[in-house]
């Protein structure tokens, strides 16, 4: 069994901050396929995305001296990672600014390759999900991105995005009241069974 | 139950809400059952706090186990290049202050020349950097332009026109604007002329062709076999021309990483062929290679190369391409 991998968070982050390699790798291993998956729906673009990844963790290890001490590393890693990539995309491609980037959010579009199967009829509500979440605005598009494909509770959530707690509720509430129509038939049929 | 549920915050939170919903736990659901029937004004909020929790089911797709491998792979290569960078004693260049003076001392030493040694100094004072292989330079120019030197490369200028440099090798380029005058800043290679006036560019004239990339602000590249003889590069595009084939080979939009990396240590390479790599290599550490592979010449490699510790560099081809690297003399002989 390697080294950290029973450790707590917090101890994993302070191996690392001492400049510890097996906490380098052990972190890398474990978050390095998440932020990718991330990066890469943000920014449709798989290359950029592990260029952006590489400088990301270079820069973490560079200046690990200077973060700070956490508890959960999940969702301080995307936070800092979606800093970096916003700072990233500004300085390398010549097409967005930063202000507009953190005003409107960056362009998600999901496909129905994106959603699991988990129902007979599913394909059918799949096709009816996917053009319904694309109607979404990009911010309220990344928070049901954080909230189900990353499992990021909403406190997590609100502190990757920089907003309130209420504000994220919010957002996935608009979100969900537009998706009642094909998931309430979900709830309604679970009801059913179990009532 | 005696909690009030008045907003969706109160669903969400509550322990057996979330179990009910998400664990399906069939003690909740009598309790939900029930209290669904006292408040059946709750439904729609108790609904659309069970979709926020059970949300959207979607399909996870991570990179592969391998792919993370080489990733993590090479962020060590790029840590031990940047280590080995800061244990190289760190060349400091003068503040404009003592550039001023060497300046007037050049400007002297000049007049000295002209008046007494007139028959043997016709041509005006060259000044000359240069960088061995595997060397890596910061200048500031008199203007106060800054110039970061790559490996294996000379910049040149005659001291009364520190504005207008000749480069061998390859350069990144931070060319402070004189608005007062207007006065362009001018790179000349073997290829092209690089015309420019207040930005920051690279430019690499190896491999008899030269290659532009524009980070910001404007250049105008001349003395080329175009229409016109010059061409207007935007910021974020890449320019290669060849003198010899008179023609621009390459003209694209390039990211700045791919382009510029070498300053931070690092060569990256985007899906290119071990013949290019090579190139680059005997280009920056000055050794020669013996090709005798050749399976591996489709091979193609996206990543990074120290250019300041050879000893990785090679490490990081062999196990890349898969390749046998054997040392004979002065030649690298490369075999399957």
Same mark, same amino acid.
């Given at each position: 069994?390697?080294?950290?991998?029973?450790?707590?968070?917090?101890?994993?982050?302070?191996?690392?901050?001492?400049?510890?390699?097996?906490?380098?790798?052990?972190?890398?291993?474990?978050?390095?396929?998440?932020?990718?998956?991330?990066?890469?729906?943000?920014?449709?673009?798989?290359?950029?995305?592990?260029?952006?990844?590489?400088?990301?963790?270079?820069?973490?290890?560079?200046?690990?001296?200077?973060?700070?001490?956490?508890?959960?590393?999940?969702?301080?890693?995307?936070?800092?990672?979606?800093?970096?990539?916003?700072?990233?995309?500004?300085?390398?491609?010549?097409?967005?600014?930063?202000?507009?980037?953190?005003?409107?959010?960056?362009?998600?579009?999901?496909?129905?390759?994106?959603?699991?199967?988990?129902?007979?009829?599913?394909?059918?509500?799949?096709?009816?999900?996917?053009?319904?979440?694309?109607?979404?605005?990009?911010?309220?598009?990344?928070?049901?991105?954080?909230?189900?494909?990353?499992?990021?509770?909403?406190?997590?959530?609100?502190?990757?995005?920089?907003?309130?707690?209420?504000?994220?509720?919010?957002?996935?509430?608009?979100?969900?009241?537009?998706?009642?129509?094909?998931?309430?038939?979900?709830?309604?049929?679970?009801?059913?069974?179990?009532? | 139950?005696?909690?009030?549920?008045?907003?969706?915050?109160?669903?969400?939170?509550?322990?057996?809400?979330?179990?009910?919903?998400?664990?399906?736990?069939?003690?909740?659901?009598?309790?939900?059952?029930?209290?669904?029937? $006292?408040?059946?004004?709750?439904?729609?909020?108790?609904?659309?706090?069970?979709?926020?929790?059970?949300?959207?089911?979607?399909? @996870?797709?991570?990179?592969?186990?391998?792919?993370?491998?080489?990733?993590?792979?090479?962020?060590?290569?790029?840590?031990?290049?940047?280590?080995?960078?800061?244990?190289?004693?760190?060349?400091?260049?003068?503040?404009?202050?003592?550039?001023?003076?060497?300046? @007037?001392?050049?400007?002297?030493?000049?007049?000295?020349?002209?008046?007494?040694?007139?028959?043997?100094?016709?041509?005006?004072?060259?000044?000359?950097?240069?960088?061995?292989?595997?060397?890596?330079?910061?200048?500031?120019?008199?203007?106060?332009?800054?110039?970061?030197?790559?490996?294996?490369?000379?910049?040149?200028?005659?001291?009364?026109?520190?504005?207008?440099?000749?480069?061998?090798?390859?350069?990144?380029?931070?060319?402070?604007?004189?608005?007062?005058?207007?006065? $362009?800043?001018?790179?000349?290679?073997?290829?092209?002329?690089?015309?420019?006036?207040?930005?920051?560019?690279?430019?690499?004239?190896?491999?008899?062709?030269?290659?532009?990339?524009?980070?910001?602000?404007?250049?105008?590249?001349?003395?080329?076999?175009?229409?016109? $003889?010059?061409?207007?590069?935007?910021?974020?595009?890449?320019?290669?021309?060849?003198?010899?084939?008179?023609?621009?080979?390459?003209?694209?939009?390039?990211?700045?990483?791919?382009?510029?990396?070498?300053?931070?240590? @690092?060569?990256?390479?985007?899906?290119?062929?071990?013949?290019?790599?090579?190139?680059?290599?005997?280009?920056?550490?000055?050794?020669?290679?013996?090709?005798?592979?050749?399976?591996?010449?489709?091979?193609?490699?996206?990543?990074?190369?120290? $250019?300041?510790?050879?000893?990785?560099?090679?490490?990081?081809?062999?196990?890349?391409?898969?390749?046998?690297?054997?040392?004979?003399?002065? @030649?690298?002989?490369?075999?399957?």
């Amino acid at each position: 069994m390697p080294k950290y991998e029973n450790h707590t968070d917090f101890y994993l982050w302070k191996g690392f901050k001492n400049g510890d390699k097996d906490a380098l790798n052990v972190i890398f291993r474990r978050y390095y396929p998440l932020l990718y998956s991330y990066g890469s729906k943000l920014t449709q673009d798989k290359i950029l995305t592990e260029d952006c990844l590489q400088d990301f963790f270079l820069y973490l290890y560079e200046h690990r001296h200077n973060l700070k001490d956490v508890d959960t590393i999940k969702p301080y890693l995307f936070k800092a990672f979606r800093n970096r990539l916003f700072k990233y995309l500004k300085a390398n491609t010549n097409l967005v600014s930063l202000e507009t980037i953190e005003k409107n959010g960056l362009p998600i579009e999901f496909s129905a390759e994106d959603l699991m199967i988990h129902q007979e009829n599913a394909q059918l509500q799949n096709a009816q999900i996917v053009p319904l979440l694309n109607q979404l605005t990009n911010k309220q598009k990344e928070l049901i991105y954080l909230k189900y494909y990353n499992n990021l509770s909403i406190t997590d959530i609100a502190e990757v995005v920089g907003i309130s707690y209420q504000g994220v509720l919010n957002g996935l509430s608009k979100t969900m009241k537009k998706l009642r129509k094909v998931l309430a038939f979900a709830l309604v049929s679970m009801l059913f069974i179990l009532f | 139950m005696k909690k009030e549920f008045t907003n969706l915050k109160d669903f969400i939170k509550d322990v057996s809400f979330n179990r009910w919903i998400l664990e399906k736990s069939e003690k909740d659901s009598l309790i939900w059952e029930e209290w669904l029937t $006292n408040h059946p004004e709750k439904k729609e909020l108790l609904e659309d706090a069970a979709n926020i929790l059970m949300g959207i089911q979607f399909k @996870v797709s991570l990179p592969t186990p391998s792919k993370v491998e080489s990733e993590l792979e090479l962020l060590h290569l790029s840590i031990a290049a940047k280590e080995a960078a800061y244990k190289q004693p760190k060349q400091i260049f003068g503040s404009l202050r003592s550039n001023r003076i060497w300046a @007037v001392a050049a400007a002297i030493a000049l007049i000295v020349a002209t008046t007494f040694m007139m028959p043997y100094f016709l041509q005006d004072t060259i000044i000359e950097h240069q960088t061995a292989f595997g060397e890596f330079k910061e200048l500031q120019l008199p203007d106060g332009s800054k110039v970061a030197l790559n490996a294996n490369s000379t910049l040149k200028y005659e001291a009364n026109t520190p504005r207008k440099v000749w480069l061998e090798g390859e350069a990144f380029f931070e060319v402070t604007k004189k608005t007062d005058t207007g006065e $362009n800043f001018q790179v000349l290679t073997n290829d092209l002329t690089v015309k420019v006036l207040g930005t920051t560019f690279n430019v690499n004239s190896r491999n008899e062709q030269t290659k532009v990339f524009l980070e910001e602000g404007k250049v105008i590249l001349e003395g080329i076999a175009v229409a016109q $003889n010059t061409l207007e590069m935007i910021p974020g595009e890449l320019v290669r021309y060849s003198k010899k084939d008179k023609k621009i080979i390459e003209k694209r939009e390039a990211k700045a990483l791919e382009n510029i990396s070498w300053r931070n240590g @690092v060569i990256r390479f985007t899906e290119v062929p071990l013949s290019t790599v090579l190139k680059e290599i005997t280009a920056i550490y000055g050794i020669q290679f013996d090709n005798k592979s050749n399976n591996s010449t489709d091979k193609r490699f996206s990543g990074g190369i120290p $250019n300041n510790n050879l000893t990785i560099a090679l490490e990081t081809l062999k196990e890349i391409y898969g390749i046998e690297i054997e040392q004979q003399d002065a @030649v690298y002989i490369i075999k399957e």
